[in-house]
């Protein structure tokens, strides 16, 4: 499902390596539901074609020339663009995950992942969600916890949520889907939604990933928690 009612999640690739812009959008242009807006080659040009093309989706690798893949995101949330941005990485490159998150990417990507989980994670994250798998989501925010803290204390909005809305936002950072959730709190998967939407509005956040790491640096979440 689209995250615009049906029309296909619009995505940009920026890489700097042609075989491997060449590679996602091979896969892109043949899954449906899908729309490959354009590429970029450096950071400078992801920032220019995300004002231009409106993608719902860019995918960004961090190693880039002129402007790095990171500073790209940021610059890019902070343009107030819709565009959720998922960083491309590897396993050996956890430095550069932390600083996505702090950029505000909605999750991340490894390059050499499955066709489907690719197409899966596109999708996903175009309607709202994250790309972490609950282990990994453990393993980056214990390692972000660790760092100085160099960014802004957790929001004072964090008092503002209910009850309910703590009990959910405890198991977000767990990294559970809706439906898993729902199952522990015996709540519709519809309810449950409502409930993430109200989380991310109260604190202010662009998505689950971000309302994550709120979770951890407010001592509501601790890792290695299940």
């Known amino acids: 499902m689209s995250c615009r ?3 296909a999640i619009r995505v940009l690739i920026a890489d700097d390596e042609a075989l491997v812009r060449a590679g996602l959008s091979l896969i892109i242009d043949l899954e449906p539901g899908l729309e ?6 450096d950071g400078r040009q992801a920032i220019a074609r995300t004002a231009a093309l409106s993608p719902d989706v860019v995918l960004m690798d961090v190693r880039m020339p002129d402007i790095d893949g990171i500073a790209a995101t940021r610059r890019i949330v902070q343009s107030g663009s819709p565009a959720r941005v998922l960083i491309l990485s590897t396993f050996g490159a956890d430095e550069q995950v932390y600083e996505g998150l702090r950029a505000g990417a909605s999750g991340f990507l490894l390059k050499d992942v499955p066709r489907e989980q690719l ?58 889907s809706n439906a898993e959730i729902a199952g522990v709190l015996v709540l519709g998967e ?29 001592g509501l979440a601790h890792p290695g928690e299940d």
């Open 5 to 7: 009612d049906g029309a």
């Open 36 to 41: 490959l807006v354009g590429e970029a080659a």
């Open 119 to 176: 197409v899966g994670g596109i999708r996903i994250v175009a309607d709202g969600g994250s790309l972490l798998a609950p282990a990994i989501t453990r393993r980056l925010i214990a390692g972000y916890l660790r760092r100085p803290p160099t960014g802004p204390r957790p929001p004072a909005s964090l008092g503002e949520l209910t009850p309910r809305e703590l009990d959910v936002l405890r198991l977000l950072a767990q990294g559970l």
């Open 190 to 218: 519809a309810t449950v939604k409502t409930h993430v939407g109200r989380i991310l509005a109260k604190l202010g956040v662009r998505d689950r990933v971000q309302a994550v790491v709120v979770a951890f640096q407010s």
